[in-house]
């Protein structure tokens, strides 16, 4: 059964004027034309963000499109329909994932305040690190739920009706993050409102001046390019040429989502107790990339053992989760208050450009699984050199961002904004114990 499904992932039975696309092409088609279809609307979304009072509602609407699109999949039966169905998400998705990146930088902000001395770093270190790995591990295991209720799916002959009932599903899941949205305490207040009521409209690109949240952002992208191309020609590795059992595919994915359930909060005490920044264990995260697709290169013509691809699965599945975590932690070092948002949409914008780009060049080379774990290790390579060498770091990207000062006393600037919003992100956090992935 596996291997017909592989078949009919790769085989071009899709059909547009001329040309002939495979499923996984025309996947890789959609989500781009969804990312270009996001990012004027991501620079609009960045100003209202950091200058309006709208931000949960930006949020909850974004939600709310993307769990609308998720229903009429398996209305239609034509091939055609998907590319703006998928469109539509993967927009909804990327403003979603910002407006959640910009919060989880108020929530650091309000913890810490928002100027510290040199001294006080570590805490802001270890807060921001805290937060994003336990939210990635949330994350998790939200993505091992949906794999599960994916396999049990793949048992049924009817390919529409399966596509129907997961995207129902997926719908209902945006739905309850959409009621998470509404119902939590979220503060409105923005740095920006006693300094101007009006954006500039070259907000979004203010990034450029700040070199550090400019080198973060490669790694950013990278790293997501790195970790995707890794899992999609991993999986079309194991079902095309090994040919495993349906049951050992639930296995893998697994392993693959819920070992970093584990190994993520793990991570946190290794980083405090060798007092290392965001890059070094972003770092880690490279190294057990380049591991893991290293060996699937090298042994890219052998028949891998069950307990080998799930070792492996289990190393990967922890790599993908220090990259995405702590590569937030230093991209919301680098953020200016303020410019969260504008911040946030790059980072939003860039993961799933890169997510995107490593799923066209793994599902491009399904007969050749080796060339994609081999363009994976010089992508790892890549990003540790940008890491190393772009001389890029947490405390140096927060110092240019206006977060550390030299004094012992904080900014006085803003001083009962501070205190508003630490009292309500603080209690958000520390309360009600929801955070965002």
């Given at each position: 059964?596996?291997?017909?499904?592989?078949?009919?992932?790769?085989?071009?039975?899709?059909?547009?004027?001329?040309?002939?696309?495979?499923?996984?092409?025309?996947?890789?088609i959609s989500w781009f034309?969804?990312?270009?279809?996001?990012?004027?609307?991501?620079?609009?979304?960045?100003?209202?963000?950091?200058?309006?009072?709208?931000?949960?509602?930006?949020?909850?609407?974004?939600?709310?499109?993307?769990?609308?699109?998720?229903?009429?999949?398996?209305?239609?039966?034509?091939?055609?329909?998907?590319?703006?169905?998928?469109?539509?998400?993967?927009?909804?998705?990327?403003?979603?994932?910002?407006?959640?990146?910009?919060?989880?930088?108020?929530?650091?902000?309000?913890?810490?305040?928002?100027?510290?001395?040199?001294?006080?770093?570590?805490?802001?270190?270890?807060?921001?690190?805290?937060?994003?790995?336990?939210?990635?591990?949330?994350?998790?295991?939200?993505?091992?739920?949906?794999?599960?209720?994916?396999?049990?799916?793949?048992?049924?002959?009817?390919?529409?009706?399966?596509?129907?009932?997961?995207?129902?599903?997926?719908?209902?899941?945006?739905?309850?993050?959409?009621?998470?949205?509404?119902?939590?305490?979220?503060?409105?207040e923005t740095y920006n409102?006693?300094?101007?009521?009006?954006?500039?409209?070259?907000?979004?690109?203010?990034?450029?001046?700040?070199?550090?949240?400019?080198?973060?952002?490669?790694?950013?992208?990278?790293?997501?390019?790195?970790?995707?191309?890794?899992?999609?020609?991993?999986?079309?590795?194991?079902?095309?040429?090994?040919?495993?059992?349906?049951?050992?595919?639930?296995?893998?994915?697994?392993?693959?989502?819920?070992?970093?359930?584990?190994?993520?909060?793990?991570?946190?005490?290794?980083?405090?107790?060798?007092?290392?920044?965001?890059?070094?264990?972003?770092?880690?995260?490279?190294?057990?990339?380049?591991?893991?697709?290293?060996?699937?290169?090298?042994?890219?013509?052998?028949?891998?053992?069950?307990?080998?691809?799930?070792?492996?699965?289990?190393?990967?599945?922890?790599?993908?989760?220090?990259?995405?975590?702590?590569?937030?932690?230093l991209w919301l070092d680098?953020?200016?208050?303020?410019?969260?948002?504008?911040?946030?949409?790059?980072?939003?914008?860039?993961?799933?450009?890169?997510?995107?780009?490593?799923?066209?060049?793994?599902?491009?080379?399904?007969?050749?699984?080796?060339?994609?774990?081999?363009?994976?290790?010089?992508?790892?390579?890549?990003?540790?050199?940008?890491?190393?060498?772009?001389?890029?770091?947490?405390?140096?990207?927060?110092?240019?961002?206006?977060?550390?000062?030299?004094?012992?006393?904080?900014?006085?600037?803003?001083?009962?904004?501070?205190?508003?919003?630490?009292?309500?992100?603080?209690?958000?956090?520390?309360?009600?114990?929801?955070?965002?992935?």
């Amino acid at each position: 059964m596996l291997n017909h499904r592989y078949e009919g992932l790769v085989v071009k039975t899709i059909k547009i004027g001329s040309k002939n696309f495979s499923p996984l092409e025309w996947t890789s088609i959609s989500w781009f034309t969804g990312l270009i279809l996001s990012a004027p609307i991501l620079g609009i979304v960045s100003i209202l963000l950091d200058y309006s009072h709208y931000q949960q509602l930006i949020a909850g609407a974004a939600t709310g499109v993307g769990a609308l699109f998720c229903l009429p999949a398996g209305f239609f039966r034509k091939s055609w329909i998907f590319p703006p169905y998928i469109a539509a998400i993967v927009a909804a998705n990327t403003i979603v994932g910002a407006a959640h990146a910009r919060h989880l930088g108020l929530m650091i902000r309000g913890f810490t305040g928002y100027t510290i001395p040199r001294k006080e770093f570590a805490n802001r270190r270890s807060f921001s690190s805290w937060l994003s790995l336990y939210s990635t591990a949330a994350g998790c295991l939200g993505a091992a739920i949906m794999a599960s209720f994916t396999y049990h799916m793949l048992s049924h002959s009817d390919h529409f009706t399966n596509l129907w009932v997961v995207s129902i599903f997926s719908g209902l899941t945006w739905g309850l993050g959409m009621v998470h949205i509404f119902s939590t305490n979220r503060a409105t207040e923005t740095y920006n409102d006693s300094e101007s009521s009006s954006a500039p409209m070259t907000h979004v690109l203010s990034i450029f001046r700040y070199p550090q949240a400019a080198g973060s952002l490669a790694g950013v992208f990278v790293s997501s390019f790195t970790s995707m191309c890794i899992f999609g020609a991993g999986l079309l590795y194991a079902l095309g040429y090994l040919c495993i059992k349906s049951e050992n595919v639930l296995f893998l994915w697994l392993i693959y989502f819920m070992v970093p359930m584990l190994s993520l909060p793990l991570a946190h005490p290794l980083q405090q107790t060798m007092k290392l920044d965001a890059e070094k264990m972003q770092l880690l995260g490279f190294i057990l990339s380049t591991l893991t697709s290293g060996f699937g290169f090298y042994y890219r013509s052998t028949n891998w053992n069950k307990s080998h691809l799930l070792f492996f699965g289990a190393v990967q599945g922890t790599a993908t989760g220090l990259l995405h975590a702590f590569g937030r932690a230093l991209w919301l070092d680098c953020s200016p208050a303020g410019k969260e948002g504008a911040f946030s949409v790059w980072f939003s914008w860039a993961r799933a450009l890169g997510a995107c780009a490593g799923f066209a060049v793994a599902t491009s080379l399904p007969g050749n699984p080796g060339r994609a774990f081999g363009v994976s290790f010089c992508a790892g390579l890549i990003g540790m050199v940008v890491l190393i060498f772009g001389n890029i770091s947490s405390f140096r990207g927060a110092k240019a961002a206006g977060h550390v000062v030299r004094s012992g006393r904080s900014s006085p600037v803003h001083e009962s904004s501070e205190d508003n919003m630490k009292s309500s992100i603080t209690t958000e956090a520390l309360h009600h114990g929801k955070v965002e992935v």
